[in-house]
C-alpha cells in the first residue's frame, strides 16, 4: 500500500513520517476512528518551551500551521491562493534565511479559525505548490524569532547537509556547495587571469542557489521570472550583472531597502 | 501469521499482506473468525467495542463482519446478543438524535445480522413498519407536519437503502411481510410532495424545472422494484454468509426490541413564512446525500443494473465519509471496492457530483481536489482519461451550468492542473477566443488561467499553452503594481508626485501616524481637496505595501488610521476601493486582498463594498469576469464568518462563566465553613481555624469571584458585538438584494403584454435543440442569419458559436449569482425574510427575479413553484 501514491516526498522528511498502518482506534466518537494521530506530533519542536504534554495541547489548540520544503521562489500570494482555499487567512510568515533575509522554504499561515487550520493539514499536506510536493503540519503558534532559519549558514538545517540538486532550494546544500566553491577556487588560481570578469561566485548568488551554472532548464525559467523584475525596475539593475541574481519572487524582504527591515521588526513586536 | 485480530478485522475482505494476499473471503472469514475465538477469553470487551467501531465505520464491509458475529453466535449467544442489543440502543439515539448517517448504517448493519442468522427477519420488518408509520404520520396535516417531509423521506429512503443489503434473504424468508412492507412504501411515495429541485441542479434548463424527472426517493423506489422483479439479485453485494450457510442456520436468532421514532414537530401556526423556515430547518437536518450527476454518455460508462450503481455510490460515499483526512486509506479503499466489475467512470461522476452538491458539498471542495489527485495516482492507466472525459463533457454544458458550481469548477481545475505540471490540450479550447468574451466557455477558460497564474506564474502559465497560442489574448495582464506616482525626473512635477514622495519621506523618517494626519490635514486637505489627498495617501500606502501580502498587511496596520480618517463615509470609502482596483488594475488577487484586509481592518464597511461592486464600472464586468464577484463573496462570507466566530466565543465564554461560577460558590462555602468553625477562647467565641488558612482561603474566593466577573463582561462585551454585527448582516442583506434586484429591472426585457415571461436563452442552441433543428432545417430559405452561415460548413455550428446576446447574457450571470447567493445564505436570509419581503421583494418585481432569489430558498411562492 505504501506505493499507492507516488508523491515524491523529500528524503529529510522521511524519518518523520510514521510507517504506514493502520493506528489503533481511539474512543472519541464516530468519525474520528482510523485517524492517524501522528499528524499531530510527526515533528517535535526542540524550541517549544514546554514539556511534550504542553506541545501537545498547543498543537491541539492551535490555528497556525507550519509549511516545509517549499520553493525559495514561492511568493507568499501563491500561498495565499493555496490555503485560502482551505479557510480565511489570518496571516502569512515567510520563513527567511538569517543573513540573506530570503525566504528560504518554508512559512507559517495563521488562521482565523481550528477547523480551517485542520482542513490544510488534512487537504494540502504532500500536494503540489509551484511544482514542488509541500508538507503541511500544526504547529504550536507562530513567535518572533521562528522566522529565521536555524542552520548553520542561515537557512534551514536540513539545507546544509543536503547532497542532491534542488534548483527550487538552492541547488546543492550549503556543505556541498562550500566543498565546490573550494573546489572551483583551487581551479581559477590556476587557470589564465582575467581582471574585469565578476567573481564566479559571489556570495548572494550562491544563497540563491545559482551555484550551479549547469542550464539545467529549470534555469531558464527563472530567466523567465527575471524579465518581469527588470521591466519593473530596469534602471536599477547593473547592465552586467548576473540575471539569475535577481528573482522578483525572492528578494522581497532581501531588500537592502531599510524600509522594509523596520516593517518587519514593527509587525512583529 | 502474526498479524493482531484487530487488524485482521480492519482488513478483511481486502487483499493485503494480512491475509497473505490472498482475496479469497471465506478464507479471510475463517482466518478471522479464528483468531477471535482464540482471543475471545482475553479480550471480550475490546472485540465486542471494536466489531461494532469497524461496522459502523466500515459499513461496506458489513456483509463480512455479519458472518463473524453469526460464527461467534454459535458458541457465544450472549455476547452476540449484547451486540444486537447495543445496535439497537444506537440506532434508538441515533433516531433522536437526527444522526442520519448513523440511522443508515445501522439499518444496513442490521439486514447484514439478519444474514448471518443473528437477527429475526421480523424484527426487520418491525423495525420497518416503525419507520414507515412515522413517515406515513409526518405527512398528515392532522396529527403530523408536511414541513417536515424531509425527515418523512429519510426514513423511507434508509429502508429502501438497506434493501439491497436484506432483501433478497427477507424475499426467501418472509416474503408476505416483505411484499407488506413495499405496498406501504408504495402509498407513502403517492401521498408525499414530489420534491422538485431546480435550484440544486447542476444544469439548469429554461424550461424552469430540474432535468432529472424523478427526485431522489422516486429514483430509488424504481431501483428496488426493478430489483425485486428481477428476483433480488444484487451483484454489487459480497453474499459471504452463503458459504457459510450450513454452519449459520445452527444459530438461534435474536429479537429485536421495538424502536420508536421522535414524534413529529408541531407547526406553531399556518403562516407561510414559519412553514417555510421549517421546512428550510428539515432540509438541512436531513440533506440529501447524493444528487446524480451525468457526466458521460451511456455508451461509455459501465453498464450495470440500477441496483448496483446505487450500492457501489452508497460505498463511494461513504469511504469519503469516514476516510475524510486519511488519504492513503481513502484511495485504497475507493479503488478497491469488493465488487467484481469496473466502476471508474461512475465513482468519477459519483466525487463530480459530490463536488458540485448544492447548496454545500459534506466537505470542502478542496478534499474532492484531492481525492481525484490521489485517484488519478492509485489508478495512473484509468482514472486521468475518465477525468478528461468528464472535464471535456461538463466544459460543452458549461454554458447551462450553475454559477456556483461553475465557479467551483474552475477553483477545482485549476488547483488540479497546478498539481499535475499544468498539462492540459489547451489547443482542443482554442476556440474559444473566437467567441464573443461573454460566452460562458470563453470565460471559463479565462477564470482558470486566472487561477492558474495566481497558483505558479504568468511566465509558466504562458508556456503551458504554447501549443494553443491563440488562448494568451485570455490571459490576465501580468500581475504588477500600477502606481501613479512613480518617481521619475520628467513628471515629478506635478503635486501628486510632490506630496506622494514627501509622503514616502515622512514614512521613512518614522514620523508618527498622528504627524502625517496633520500633516495631510494642513497641507493637502485645504489647497487640493479631500478627494485628491486620499488619492496620493492610498496610493502610496499601497505602492509601499506592494511588494507582498505581509507588507501590504504591515502598511496597514500601522498607518490605516491615515487612511480611515479621509474615509469616514461610505463615499469616500467607495473612492478608495476605486483606487484599489486602479492601483491593483493588474492583479485581481492583490485587488481582492487588499479590499478584504481594509475590511478587517474596518477600513472599508461591507456595507460600502456591496454599493462599490454594484458601481456602473463593475456591473458591466458582471457576466465577462469573476472579478466583482470574488470582492462581493468575500465581503459576504467575511460578514457571516465574523457572526459564526462570535457565535463560538460566546458558546466558550458560557462554559467558562458556569466553570467560574462553580469554582466561585465552592471556594466562598469553603471560606464560610472554615469562618464558622468557631471555638471558645477565654469566655468568647473565636475562629478555630488558623489566620493564614483562613487569608488564604479569602484570597482564593476573591479570584474566584473576579474570574466570574471578568468572564461575565467579557461575555457581555461579546454579546454587544454578536448583537452590532448581526444588525450589520440584516443591513447588508437587504442591500445586497436591493442593488440585485435594481440592476436586474433595469435590464431585464420586459414581460410581454401577455404575461410571457421572456425567453433569455432563445439564441442558445445547446438547450433548444428542437428550435435548431427547425433553424438548420429552413436553412436554404432562410440564410441571413450571419452566425450560422459562418459556422455551418464545417457542421460544427454548436462549438464554435455562442448565440446569446450580450445583454441577455449578462442578465443569465446576474441572475444566477443571485440564486446562488440566496442558495447560499438561506438560513441567515430565511431569518430576515419579513423584512426582506416588505422591503426589496415589492412591488411589480420581474417574474425572473422573484424565481432566481426564491428557487435559492426553495421558497414557494403563490405563482405556484413554477416560479
Redesign the interface.
Known amino acids: 500500500m505504501a506505493s499507492l501514491f507516488k508523491v515524491r516526498i523529500p528524503e529529510t522528511l522521511i524519518p518523520l513520517a510514521p510507517p504506514v498502518s493502520l493506528p489503533p482506534p481511539c474512543s472519541c466518537g464516530f468519525p474520528c476512528f482510523l485517524q492517524d494521530p501522528s499528524k499531530l506530533s510527526a515533528y517535535r519542536d526542540r524550541r517549544f518551551p514546554g514539556t511534550q504534554e504542553e506541545y501537545e495541547a498547543a498543537l491541539q489548540a492551535s490555528t497556525t500551521v507550519y509549511i516545509g520544503n517549499m520553493s525559495f521562489y514561492t511568493t507568499e500570494e501563491q500561498a495565499y491562493e493555496l490555503f485560502s482555499r482551505a479557510g480565511e487567512i489570518k496571516k502569512i510568515i515567510m520563513g527567511l534565511d538569517k543573513n540573506s533575509k530570503t525566504p528560504c522554504g518554508f512559512c507559517f499561515v495563521l488562521y482565523y479559525s481550528r477547523e480551517d487550520a485542520e482542513d490544510a493539514v488534512k487537504y494540502i499536506s504532500g500536494t503540489m505548490l509551484d511544482d514542488r510536493p509541500i508538507r503541511v503540519d500544526f504547529d504550536w503558534g507562530f513567535e518572533e524569532g521562528r522566522q529565521w532559519g536555524r542552520g548553520r549558514s542561515g537557512g534551514q538545517v536540513r539545507d546544509e547537509y543536503r547532497t542532491d540538486y534542488d534548483p527550487g532550494r538552492g541547488g546543492y546544500g550549503k556543505m556541498v556547495q562550500k566543498e565546490l566553491e573550494a573546489q572551483r577556487e583551487l581551479v581559477d588560481y590556476g587557470g589564465s587571469f582575467q581582471p574585469n570578469a565578476p567573481p564566479p561566485y559571489e556570495r548572494g548568488e550562491r544563497k540563491r542557489g545559482y551555484g550551479d551554472r549547469n542550464d539545467r532548464g529549470d534555469y531558464q525559467r527563472k530567466r523567465n521570472r527575471n524579465d518581469d523584475r527588470a521591466a519593473a525596475e530596469g534602471s536599477r539593475r547593473a547592465p552586467d550583472s548576473d540575471p539569475a541574481d535577481k528573482n522578483p519572487r525572492f528578494r522581497e524582504k532581501g531588500d537592502s531597502d531599510e524600509e522594509d527591515d523596520d516593517y518587519d521588526k514593527r509587525r512583529r513586536r | 501469521m502474526s498479524a493482531g485480530w484487530?487488524?485482521l478485522l480492519?482488513r478483511i475482505g481486502d487483499r493485503?499482506p494480512e491475509y497473505g494476499g490472498s482475496a479469497d473471503h471465506k478464507e479471510h472469514i475463517e482466518t478471522c473468525y479464528g483468531m477471535l475465538s482464540r482471543e475471545y477469553e482475553h479480550s471480550r470487551d475490546a472485540i465486542f467495542?471494536?466489531l461494532l467501531?469497524c461496522a459502523?465505520?466500515l459499513p461496506h464491509k458489513i456483509p463480512f463482519f455479519g458472518v463473524l458475529i453469526g460464527l461467534l453466535n454459535l458458541e457465544n449467544e450472549d455476547f452476540v446478543k449484547d451486540i444486537v442489543d447495543t445496535t439497537q440502543a444506537k440506532l434508538q439515539d441515533a433516531l433522536y438524535n437526527e444522526?442520519c448517517?448513523?440511522i443508515r448504517i445501522l439499518l444496513r448493519f442490521l439486514s447484514g445480522l439478519m444474514c448471518s442468522k443473528v437477527v429475526a427477519p421480523n424484527s426487520i420488518i418491525e423495525t420497518f413498519e416503525t419507520l414507515l408509520s412515522s413517515a406515513a404520520t409526518i405527512l398528515d396535516e392532522e396529527t403530523g407536519n408536511p414541513s417536515w417531509q424531509p425527515r418523512a423521506d429519510f426514513y423511507v429512503y434508509c429502508i429502501l437503502a438497506s434493501l439491497p443489503w436484506g432483501g433478497p434473504e427477507l424475499f426467501e424468508q418472509v416474503p408476505d411481510e416483505l411484499e407488506r412492507v413495499l405496498v406501504g412504501i408504495q402509498s407513502y411515495l403517492s401521498i408525499r410532495r414530489h420534491f422538485d429541485d431546480i435550484a440544486f441542479s447542476v444544469f439548469e434548463t429554461d424550461e424552469g424545472h430540474s432535468p432529472n424527472k424523478k427526485d431522489f426517493m422516486e429514483d430509488l423506489w424504481e431501483r428496488i422494484q426493478i430489483l425485486s422483479r428481477s428476483g433480488w439479485k444484487v451483484k454489487s453485494v459480497p453474499k459471504p454468509h452463503l458459504s457459510f450457510e450450513a454452519q449459520l442456520v445452527a444459530g438461534n436468532s435474536h429479537r429485536l426490541s421495538p424502536i420508536s421514532c421522535p414524534p413529529p414537530n408541531l407547526p406553531q401556526t399556518s403562516s407561510e413564512i414559519l412553514k417555510g423556515q421549517e421546512k428550510h430547518e428539515a432540509d438541512l437536518k436531513y440533506p440529501q446525500r447524493l444528487r446524480r450527476l451525468h457526466i458521460f454518455p451511456t455508451n461509455k460508462a459501465e453498464n450495470m443494473q440500477p441496483v448496483d450503481r446505487f450500492v457501489v455510490e452508497e460505498c463511494i460515499l461513504d469511504v469519503l465519509?469516514?476516510?475524510?483526512?486519511?488519504?492513503?486509506?481513502c484511495?485504497?479503499y475507493l479503488v478497491s471496492l469488493p465488487v467484481s466489475f469496473r466502476y471508474e467512470y461512475l465513482m468519477a461522476e459519483t466525487i463530480f457530483s459530490q463536488l458540485l452538491l448544492l447548496p454545500n458539498p459534506p466537505f470542502?471542495?478542496?478534499?474532492y481536489?484531492?481525492v481525484i489527485?490521489?485517484l488519478c495516482?492509485?489508478l495512473p492507466g484509468a482514472f486521468p482519461s475518465v477525468v478528461v472525459g468528464a472535464v471535456h463533457a461538463l466544459f460543452e454544458r458549461i454554458s447551462n451550468m450553475d454559477t456556483e458550481c461553475r465557479t467551483r469548477l474552475i477553483?477545482w481545475f485549476s488547483?488540479h492542473l497546478?498539481?499535475f505540471?499544468f498539462i492540459w490540450p489547451w489547443q482542443e479550447w482554442s476556440y474559444v477566443k473566437d467567441l464573443p468574451k461573454w460566452a460562458p466557455q470563453r470565460v471559463f477558460v479565462q477564470e482558470v488561467l486566472e487561477?492558474e497564474i495566481?497558483?505558479?506564474?504568468?511566465?509558466?502559465i504562458k508556456q503551458s499553452i504554447e501549443d494553443a497560442a491563440e488562448l494568451e489574448e485570455l490571459l490576465p495582464p501580468?500581475a504588477?503594481p500600477n502606481f501613479k506616482f512613480v518617481g521619475n525626473e520628467s513628471s515629478e512635477t506635478t503635486d501628486g508626485h510632490k506630496l506622494s514622495k514627501e509622503l514616502v519621506g515622512m514614512?521613512?523618517g518614522?514620523k508618527t501616524v498622528r504627524d502625517i494626519i496633520l500633516w495631510v490635514e494642513e497641507h493637502m486637505i485645504p489647497t487640493n481637496g479631500a478627494e485628491f489627498a486620499l488619492d496620493v495617501v492610498s496610493q502610496t500606502l499601497l505602492d509601499?505595501g506592494s511588494?507582498?501580502?505581509?507588507?501590504l498587511?504591515?502598511?496597514l496596520?500601522?498607518y490605516g488610521q491615515i487612511i480611515s480618517k479621509l474615509c469616514p463615509n461610505e463615499e469616500m470609502q467607495l473612492l478608495l476601493m476605486d483606487e484599489v482596483s486602479a492601483y491593483w488594475k493588474n492583479s485581481t488577487?492583490?485587488t481582492a486582498?487588499s479590499i478584504d484586509r481594509m475590511m478587517g481592518y474596518r477600513m472599508i464597511s461591507n456595507l460600502a463594498i456591496v454599493k462599490w461592486v454594484f458601481s456602473p464600472a463593475n456591473v458591466e464586468q458582471f457576466h465577462v469576469s469573476d472579478r466583482p464577484w470574488e470582492i462581493l463573496r468575500n465581503a459576504v462570507?467575511?460578514t457571516y464568518?465574523r457572526i459564526s466566530?462570535l457565535r463560538?466565543e460566546i458558546q466558550s465564554l458560557k462554559k467558562g462563566l458556569q466553570v467560574a461560577k462553580e469554582v466561585c460558590a465552592k471556594a466562598i462555602k469553603e471560606l464560610e465553613e472554615a469562618k464558622s468553625v468557631l471555638e471558645i477562647v477565654e469566655g468568647q467565641p473565636t475562629p478555630a481555624e488558623r489566620p493564614g488558612r483562613l487569608r488564604r482561603l479569602q484570597v482564593y474566593a476573591d479570584k474566584a469571584k473576579h474570574e466570574e466577573v471578568t468572564t461575565e463582561e467579557s461575555l457581555e462585551a461579546k454579546g454587544a458585538l454578536l448583537s452590532r454585527a448581526l444588525e450589520e448582516s440584516k443591513a447588508v442583506l437587504k442591500l445586497l438584494f436591493k442593488r440585485f434586484v435594481d440592476v436586474l429591472t433595469e435590464r431585464l426585457p420586459p414581460v410581454s403584454a401577455d404575461g410571457e415571461i421572456p425567453n433569455l436563452r432563445t439564441g442558445d442552441q445547446n438547450v433548444n435543440s428542437e428550435a435548431r433543428d427547425l433553424e438548420t432545417a429552413t436553412m436554404e430559405i432562410d440564410s441571413e442569419n450571419g452566425a450560422d452561415k459562418n459556422s455551418e460548413p464545417n457542421g460544427q455550428n454548436t462549438k464554435n458559436s455562442y448565440n446569446v446576446g450580450e445583454l441577455e447574457q449578462w442578465c443569465l450571470c446576474t441572475l444566477g449569482y443571485l440564486k446562488s447567493f440566496s442558495r447560499q445564505y438561506a438560513t441567515e436570509i430565511w431569518s430576515h425574510i419579513a423584512m426582506l419581503d416588505d422591503e426589496v421583494f415589492v412591488g411589480d418585481i420581474h417574474p425572473l427575479i422573484r424565481k432566481a432569489a426564491f428557487s435559492g430558498l426553495c421558497r414557494f411562492t403563490n405563482e405556484g413553484p413554477q416560479l
Open positions: 484487530r487488524t480492519l493485503c467495542e471494536f467501531e459502523e465505520q444522526n448517517d448513523r465519509l469516514f476516510f475524510n483526512g486519511c488519504r492513503k486509506e484511495a485504497f470542502r471542495p478542496i478534499y481536489t484531492l489527485i490521489d495516482k492509485a477553483l488547483h497546478s498539481n505540471q487561477r495566481r497558483l505558479s506564474y504568468f511566465e509558466k501580468k504588477g514614512i521613512r518614522k509601499i511588494k507582498s501580502f505581509t507588507h498587511i504591515t502598511v496596520e500601522r488577487q492583490m486582498i462570507s467575511k464568518n466566530d463560538k
